[in-house]
């Protein structure tokens, strides 16, 4: 958590706009054949041979979505461009390029921006997108981070948030509540550090779970996985904002209900003792964290025994009549309705 005060420091100044530009993106070369032209010139050109297009959009602001006093810059540009290829693999979509756009005031050097930019360069590397283009700006204060993802689906096989019908099995790949948990103990640390600057935490303990906060992977290989399975998901949305949430997304956009079994809701052993650490419940944590980015998809019944077993998957619930609502089923066998209590950035 300690800054090395005595950095290089390059002024951007020197570089101009499009000298940064070019400086930031010269290491980066295009690998899909549907990159025809990147960045360099008015606008990206892309080839994608009949196939449809995915975009997404995301935007990350500082002291809102992220705090640079435990965020490594490298880490933020990778998480930057997760946050946004996860949306294209929740529609069933395969990501292919994306944009990359800054607004950053005189605090940042040439040198906080290399960091970043190493960052999505990594991301770019280990999933396979091209970064296309972007735009640099000044801000007046801190930095704002705005992505944009491209990606490419088989018309047949895209899938949206509605589609579910009643006795569709809730399916959640990998496990919740990490991410939340993780920034908990940051949060922790940074205010033990404020008090103690000479304090140094020991975060060995907590790895996964502030690993899930700081460096999320959005699940390429579910989409993968999927396809090879042959199993098509009735409808998909990816876990960003708590499962509440988006449980309440794919119920309202399909106009149906849903009963979640709380005993299913897959938890990490970290995330349970954390959560004990922290005198916070582990299934409302898994429910209204947030920043998982797993997907969360239904599936016909018929489709079980083909994932039935597979590590990656978890059968969490099944949909049900509208009328019936949407409810947590608890270990009790008690009946809870849920209300979408996610992450909201508007809240003061």
């Not at 549907?34 to 041979?49: C, E, H, K, R, T």
């Not at 509208?322 to 009790?332: F, N, Q, Y």
């Amino acid at each position: 958590m300690l800054e090395d005060k005595n950095q290089e420091r390059t002024s951007l100044e020197e570089l101009g706009e499009f000298g940064l530009i070019d400086h930031l993106t010269k290491n980066f070369e295009l690998k899909q054949p549907s990159s025809l032209i990147g960045v360099g010139d008015d606008a990206a050109v892309m080839d994608y041979n009949g196939n449809k297009t995915i975009v997404s959009t995301d935007m990350l602001v500082e002291g809102v979505h992220f705090d640079l006093s435990y965020m490594p810059l490298k880490h933020l540009g990778y998480k930057s461009v997760m946050v946004n290829l996860s949306d294209i693999y929740a529609m069933n979509a395969m990501a292919t390029q994306v944009t990359v756009s800054l607004a950053i005031s005189n605090r940042f050097p040439l040198e906080a921006l290399e960091e970043f930019y190493e960052g999505v360069a990594l991301a770019c590397k280990l999933y396979n997108v091209d970064l296309v283009g972007g735009d640099t700006t000044s801000s007046t204060r801190g930095m704002i981070v705005s992505v944009t993802a491209l990606g490419v689906a088989k018309e047949d096989e895209i899938v949206y948030r509605k589609g579910s019908k009643p006795n569709d099995l809730l399916v959640v790949t990998g496990d919740l509540g990490g991410a939340y948990l993780g920034l908990q103990v940051l949060e922790r640390e940074k205010e033990v550090f404020r008090v103690n600057p000479n304090s140094q935490p020991d975060l060995e303990p907590y790895s996964y779970i502030v690993e899930r906060q700081l460096k999320p992977e959005a699940r390429k290989d579910i989409v993968e996985l999927l396809k090879k399975l042959e199993v098509q998901p009735t409808s998909m949305i990816d876990i960003s904002d708590g499962l509440s949430s988006e449980v309440i997304h794919l119920c309202k956009h399909s106009d149906i209900g849903c009963n979640v079994f709380e005993e299913k809701i897959p938890l990490d052993p970290t995330v349970i003792s954390a959560s004990e650490e922290f005198k916070m419940d582990s299934t409302m944590i898994a429910l209204s964290g947030g920043e998982d980015y797993e997907l969360l998809f239904t599936i016909d019944q018929a489709d079980f025994p083909k994932i039935k077993g597979n590590p990656n998957l978890t059968v969490i619930g099944h949909m049900t009549e509208k009328s019936e609502g949407v409810h947590l089923i608890t270990r009790a066998e008690t009946k809870i309705p849920i209300t979408a209590q996610g992450w909201n950035s508007f809240n003061k």
